[in-house]
DNA sequence: TTGTAAGCGTTATCAA
DNA sequence: TTGATAACGCTTACAA
């Protein structure tokens, strides 16, 4: 137990040189077969472990990537994450995670470090505030440098030339919106986390280019922006709902968002869908058992993992093709939570 | 940009030595404030990057730890990822997520991985069977290599001498149990995930307590087990809870088997509380919005989480003090779930 | 098929 | 305070 077994150490158990250990190891040709059998018995008789840090100076291959979280928090990541690794494993890579917390200067220390560590990819759902700047630049930097990168759910403003995993959306929200106006409603009110962010802007472009194809104008003030902190968001919902002239419909852009809202009505005494009619983003399964199921636009969020994680272990193979970039549809999941506005009008 | 800038570059550009420029980098003491500040610039306009492998190969550090999860699925794993990351980031320490799936197989791969690696410590959540089988072997052969283990959540049959996180979970069920017959009920389900699960067993265990100090004797058939798989769980409940003969309540014992009881109920037309009561385990936010509210043994994730980062901090910063073993205590949130038999007598 | 030797980028020891 | 040198454990030409 003097320290650990390296191959010099088999080496010199078998009277040979630490070359035709490495070479038997690592399942390089010429080795004699049956030599091979015998360096990997005496191996394994001396818990030899492989020493990566020394393999990958040499090879500066580190099979690992990171993957940046913009929110370790939100259910979006478990799922994703879970897509990852189902792809990653079979592959024998490792991944370091990477939480931003919406925060650049966090985000960049993260991928300075992804950069130290040797990592061979980076998948990241990037921050952007909303003066549109970001870490593109690091991220191009990391590229340049041979790191492999993949953006998923989110893009980046003036950003091109990186492989990329997004949902649709626009088309996602324009569905909501549609799927309301069927119902009768044109005053929808929109809940949006922060401002800046891809996803964000391109479901408020969703919501007014439907809004304008439908020929219908909710009040501005109904578009409920940073809605990251509970309480604010909640006196936000509060004061939108208690007006006279109030939305008979609410499109939240994600899960805790969701949650607000009921919440929100809840306290204000108003019944869903009756007084007022939800359309939610992100999936839970508990959606289906709050009182009353919520209507739900669905983002294939195991799949966005996997084909993410695919694309960038094909870059890391050599794939050198021109940019990637991947385009997924939500689903809208019709439950409980949408009302048509007959009733509603009633109780106006 | 023909490949990365070393020590070695800065050195040859400013006229010195390779190690001055290792020790003003590292701030290590022995080179003068000014040298130091020319050798940080010049670094900074070659875009240095240190490489961690070469680092690690020489000082056996790689400031990585290895975070093993038992399934990544379980939103359990989210919040305490949460709180493990918001002690390492701080310290600059990564983390390398590995989901064994409940497969002893897998976990074991991700152990040697981690090793290989050179992770300074694993903070793991171990699997075992039913026959008490497990890897701590491989464990402890990391701990002799010098990698530092915490469990949290789980602990191993007949392995000491690692410290661990885990709930009181005998306490927790028991007073989950103490609760339900409080408000009469005596005839009481109990929904298991695997056997030979440590919490598991900690779980099943309270319940036997709990009822043995109560005096009351729920039938052995109302014991679920290996609630995996959502029909075959599905199936389970449905055959206990339609016997004419059946249990008042159910004890559920993490947030999947929480819906799973929910939805079974509703298949059913069983009203919770009016027809069954419930009491969970685990708590998700939504919990609060299901209908009716779930009444649930919530465990303090987070802390968990923090708490097991922190102590394995401290031993890679050379604690070496005796095995440290914290207990953490569940609270039971009391909603809507729990009725008083007097009700259910009436409809049996 | 096997061995020799150089080198990956860093740090640590020792000497100046 | 600084520099020369060796070494960490591995892979890979190249030579044998």
Redesign the interface.
């Known amino acids: 137990?003097a320290g650990?077994t390296t191959i010099k150490d088999i080496a010199k158990s078998l009277g040979i040189s630490p070359s035709t250990v490495s070479r038997a190891l690592s399942n390089g040709p010429g080795v004699g077969g049956d030599l091979r059998k015998r360096i990997r018995k005496v191996a394994s008789q001396l818990?030899y472990?492989?020493?990566?840090?020394?393999k990958?100076?040499r090879t500066r291959k580190?099979k690992?990537i990171g993957?940046i979280v913009s929110d370790?928090?939100n259910?979006f990541?478990?799922?994703f994450?879970?897509g990852v690794?189902a792809v990653l494993?079979p592959r024998?890579f490792?991944?370091?995670?990477?939480?931003t917390g919406e925060d650049s200067k966090?985000e960049e220390i993260y991928i300075?470090?992804l950069?130290?560590?040797?990592v061979e990819g980076i998948l990241s759902s990037p921050y952007q505030d909303r003066e549109g700047s970001n870490n593109g630049a690091f991220y191009k930097?990391a590229m340049?440098?041979g790191i492999h990168v993949v953006f998923y759910d989110r893009l980046l403003e003036g950003v091109g030339g990186i492989d990329s995993v997004t949902l649709d959306n626009e088309q996602a929200i324009m569905n909501g919106v549609f799927y309301l106006r069927e119902r009768g409603h044109e005053r929808i009110a929109l809940c949006l986390h922060k401002r800046g962010i891809y996803t964000i802007e391109e479901r408020y472009s969703g919501f007014k280019k439907a809004c304008a194809i439908l020929g219908i104008h909710p009040d501005d003030r109904w578009v409920l922006e940073d809605m990251t902190d509970y309480s604010v968001s909640l006196d936000k919902l509060r004061s939108v709902l208690t007006a006279s002239d109030r939305p008979t419909a609410v499109i939240s852009t994600n899960q805790y968002l969701n949650?607000t809202v009921?919440?929100a009505a809840r306290e204000l005494g108003l019944d869903i869908p009756a007084d007022l009619s939800l359309v939610g983003f992100d999936d839970?399964?508990?959606?289906e058992?709050?009182?009353p199921p919520v209507t739900t636009i669905r983002q294939p969020v195991v799949d966005m993992g996997k084909i993410a994680a695919t694309l960038l272990l094909g870059r890391i193979d050599g794939d050198r093709g021109e940019q990637t970039r991947i385009v997924l549809k939500a689903e809208l999941l019709e439950r409980n939570s949408v009302a048509s506005t007959a009733k509603i009008v009633k109780r106006l």
Do not use: Y
Request: hydrophobic share 35%; glycine share 4%; aromatic share 8%.
């Open positions: 137990m650990k818990n472990i492989p020493n990566s840090s020394a990958s100076l580190t690992t993957l370790i928090r259910p990541f478990l799922e994450m879970g690794e494993f024998e490792k991944f370091i995670v990477c939480n966090k300075r470090w950069m130290e560590h040797g930097k340049k440098s949650e009921v919440r839970s399964s508990l959606n058992l709050i009182d």
